[in-house]
Nanobody, 118 residues
Framework: QVQLVESGGGLVQAGGSLRLSCAAS????????LGWFRQAPGKEREFVAT????????DYVDSVEGRFTISRDNAKNTVYLQMSNLKLDDTAVYYC???????????WGQGTQVTVSS
């Protein structure tokens, strides 16, 4: 049993920055990946970024490569998504997830809205 709670979403101007946090509680089995997905209106949920347990392996969708940075702090049971140079197309509900990512999600967070304005 693991619960994920996202925070840090909000309204930001294009070109600005925002940091999302996801705090995990409860038990995890093995050393699962943590990651972020997003879903824009009218679109399917898509993979954004993932990070392994040790933090030495990360993966990003091409559209955020070089702009977003995923990190985790196992001592705090938290995964972060630092977003910079935000674009209008980044507007979405962002969900954190735990599992064997990106293919197998064990648990989703509740989502946090990120809105990028011009």
């Amino acid at each position: 049993q693991v619960q994920l709670v996202e925070s840090g979403g909000g309204l930001v101007q294009a070109g600005g920055s925002l940091r999302l946090s996801c705090a995990a509680s409860g038990r995890t089995f093995g050393r699962p990946e943590l990651g972020w997905f997003r879903q824009a209106p009218g679109k399917e949920r898509e993979f954004v970024a993932t990070i392994n347990w040790s933090g030495d392996s990360v993966d990003y969708v091409d559209s955020v490569e070089g702009r977003f940075t995923i990190s985790r702090d196992n001592a705090k049971n938290t995964v972060y998504l630092q977003m910079s140079n935000l674009k209008l197309d980044d507007t979405a509900v962002y969900y954190c997830a735990v599992g064997r990512l990106p293919s197998f999600v064990w648990r989703w967070g509740q989502g946090t809205q990120v809105t990028v304005s011009s």
